[in-house]
């Protein structure tokens, strides 16, 4: 037989309760139980509904059906009668308390003979005087109170919790007598009964050096200062509020933090997350990945670092051409970060990081949201005082000339005011972003990010250019063309207003003759950035290749860099009737090219299939030829002066060669890229094997490196039949 339970009974005896007491009172209304309208809505001239049966919803009646038993969020049980209510008296006498407490069952505590220990859900002030007392109190937690609404608290109350000192001493400070005076005390007992244990607990936590997951939130009040160990360096951010809640199904304290960074504009608060992640039991606070900076070992020395470090961010705020040994971090929507190893030249850009990777546009940085965590207020003329790009520091050493492109970046006066106005702010120093953003030449990606402390200063190579094995003459001619591209206005222009401004420069020749060390050693001598690419990085598919040609121009020009197209043959090839793929590529390339205004050298060995249009839009050919003997010398000579002692010795290798020597190697038919190769194998055989680098050592090593050439001697004919 089926029992049948309490509550089942309960509820029919309310059913019929309510079925007998409101006889004649049906939840049917009829309009003459509805209040007159205003004004009619009936609208004449509204379509007729579709044809139902001729009784459907014929009577003017309302009927009302409530929420029953075993309802929930997916399903609900109708009933035309409504759940038990409190009487209008006892409502009335609710609406008259001061503060109100919802409990409900802790099951996280054990139940003991069926019953549960209970815990609170819910705090409501109702009362004005209450409310209105508290507004500014609670206003430095971010939480704005309506003296005319009820005022609601939720756990774990972080709100009261920590604003409860102030609250305790408005209470002390308030009349005697006065209604205020008693409702705060009345709500100082309630939070006593709150907080009472727990406040006993977190100092005894405290004192011991310990933390527990539940009370964790306890140690982080708004504004306080949190020490992080972030990917690669430390970190302090100021706390805005906690909360708990499942990361990737998983609990843990999110405390959402700030810390400042710089826009592209100036320097303002950003907000992230950082996560303490679900643990048992008490632990020491200092394990935690993120915990309070007081509890550091040694607080002072960590803001003496990083408020250091955040002094050194503020001279990033222009283009700035560096190098960079370390960790980059590489972000993309929606995807987690990726970290890369970046080991060379970088360009510190984060306007061009706004603009190229993040997509940003001129107004969005103007968003009312983003302007709120503006830290330095923006002058409403700024966008006048703005130069070209191009105009921000390239290195310690140097400056990029000045661009034509219309994109717009700090003049220097910004960067300064912005500098002089963090400066003024000490104390938030300490909060600055360890990370810039920027561009990886290398690895050729944008949205890296890289590690201030790992940023060093630009080391330019001067030595390449005076390396260089070619006529001196021409070699300065194309240095001369190089620095003074667009440095004054052109003296002739295409018909075409925008085409023909870019400086062409194609090197042709064998492999190894000095076609790609040249690009490098002009790009290092005029003190421009070098944005190496090959056809691969273009990609060869037509319906992307001007898009991707557009934006490499368009980046190169900002940066004022030289781009070099190494092996640039696929693109440059002499169209045909037969290839219509491949034609496409070369008129989208000649097309582009032929509006790019920067600086482009495109290296090629096959100077003979080089489609027309390109040899009459280059502005300057270097040809290089096979290296000969004299060449060849030169090189050798060059290499091995070079080269820094041998492990445990203190003169140059050279010492165990002559200049006979010399020219025996010169007879070997090498290009430089593989009289570099064997130097290189020779010397490090030399050093882990303790020998001297002599003249039969080099030509072993240049047997096993280029096994293909032959040795000749240049100095005397010889006949065919030789």
């Keep these: 037989m089926k029992m049948i339970s309490r509550s089942d009974i309960s509820d029919t005896l309310w059913k019929w309760r309510y079925k007998v007491s409101h ?29 139902r049966d001729t009784s459907y919803g014929v009577d003017a009646v309302v009927k009302t059906f409530y929420e029953g038993r075993h309802s929930n969020d997916t399903y609900y049980n109708w009933v035309d009668y409504p759940p038990k209510q ?42 004005p005087v209450l409310v209105s007392a508290l507004k500014d109190i609670v206003s430095k937690e971010d939480v704005y109170l309506e003296p005319t609404e009820t005022a609601t608290f939720r756990p774990p109350f972080r709100t009261l919790y920590f604003c409860s000192e102030d609250i305790a001493a408005l209470q002390k400070s308030s009349d005697e007598g006065s209604v205020v005076k008693s409702h705060l005390g009345l709500l100082l007992r309630v939070m006593g009964d709150v907080f009472g244990e727990s406040r006993i607990r977190v100092r005894q936590l405290q004192a011991s050096g310990l933390i527990s997951y539940e009370l964790a939130w306890t140690f982080f009040p708004k504004n306080a200062v949190v020490y992080s160990w972030a990917t690669n360096c430390e970190l302090l951010s100021k706390v805005v509020d906690t909360s708990y809640k499942k990361v990737n199904q998983v609990s843990c304290l999110v405390l959402n933090c700030q810390v400042i960074v710089f826009d592209g504009e100036t320097f303002a608060w950003q907000d992230q997350e950082l996560e303490i992640p679900q643990f ?9 990945p993120h915990y309070p900076l007081a509890f550091h070992t040694d607080p002072e020395g960590v803001r003496a670092r990083l408020s250091a470090r955040g002094k050194k961010v503020l001279d990033f705020q222009g283009l700035t051409y560096c190098n960079y040994n370390g960790v980059g971090i590489y972000h993309e929507d929606g ?25 940003q546009g001129v107004r ?50 910004r960067q300064r005011k912005n500098k002089e106005g963090m400066l003024a702010r000490d104390e938030d120093l300490k909060f600055m972003s360890p990370v810039l953003e920027g561009y990886a030449l290398k690895n050729k990606i944008w949205s890296v990010s890289f590690y201030v402390d790992d940023i060093e200063p630009m080391v330019w190579n001067d030595e390449a250019y005076d390396h260089l094995v070619y006529n001196e003459q021409q070699k300065d001619l194309v240095l001369s063309f190089v620095e003074n591209h667009r440095s004054t206005k052109q003296s002739m222009d295409d018909v075409i207003r925008g085409k023909g401004q870019g400086l062409i420069i194609l090197l042709s020749g064998p492999p190894g003759t000095g076609k790609t060390l040249t690009a490098e050693a002009v790009a290092d001598r005029t003190r421009r950035p070098l944005f190496y690419l090959q056809a691969e990085d273009l990609g060869i598919n037509v319906a992307s290749l001007g898009v991707n040609i557009k934006k490499v121009f368009e980046m190169a020009t900002e ?31 000649l ?35 096979p290296l000969l003997p004299e060449a060849r010398l030169v090189l050798w000579r060059k290499f091995l002066q070079r080269l820094p002692p041998l492990l445990g010795e203190e003169e140059s290798p050279m010492k165990d060669l002559n200049e006979e020597d010399l020219k025996e190697l010169a007879m070997w038919d090498l290009n430089g890229r593989e009289i570099k190769n064997a130097i290189k194998m020779v010397r490090s055989w030399c050093e882990f094997k303790r020998y001297d680098m002599t003249l039969s050592r080099l030509e072993s090593g240049i047997k096993v490196t280029a096994p293909h050439v032959s040795k000749r001697d240049y100095t005397y004919s010889k006949d065919l039949y030789d």
């Design 591 to 625: 097309r582009e090219l032929e509006y790019f205004r920067g600086i482009i050298f495109l290296t090629t060995n096959l100077y003979d299939t080089i489609d027309g249009a390109f040899r009459s839009r280059v502005s300057i050919h270097l040809l290089f030829s």
């Design 335 to 359: 995807k987690k970060p990726v970290k890369h190893n970046v080991d060379g030249r970088i360009l510190v850009d984060v306007f061009g990081y706004n603009k190229h990777h993040r997509t």
């Design 280 to 288: 048992d039991g008490n632990r020491p606070i200092s394990e935690l």
């Design 364 to 413: 969005e940085a103007k968003d009312p949201e983003l302007q709120k965590n503006r830290i330095l207020l923006i002058d409403p003329t700024f966008d006048d005082q703005l130069p070209p790009i191009g105009n921000g520091t390239a290195s310690s050493a140097a400056q990029l000339p000045e661009s034509s492109s219309t994109s717009k970046r700090l003049t220097e006066d």
């Design 86 to 127: 409190l009487s209008k008296s006892a409502s009335k006498a609710q609406d008259r308390m001061a503060i109100k407490i919802y409990k409900i069952k802790d099951k996280d505590k054990p139940v003991i003979s069926g019953r549960f220990a209970l815990k609170y859900y819910i705090i409501e002030i109702q009362s």
């Design 559 to 589: 940066w004022n860099a030289v781009i070099l197209l190494d092996e640039a043959d696929v693109f440059m090839a002499e169209r045909c009737p037969n290839d219509i793929a491949r034609n496409e590529l070369v008129s989208i390339f």
């Design 23 to 51: 006889i004649g009172q049906s939840e049917e209304k009829t309009l003459s139980k509805y209040p007159p309208l205003e004004s009619s809505i009936d609208d004449p001239k509204a379509p007729a509904p579709p044809s």
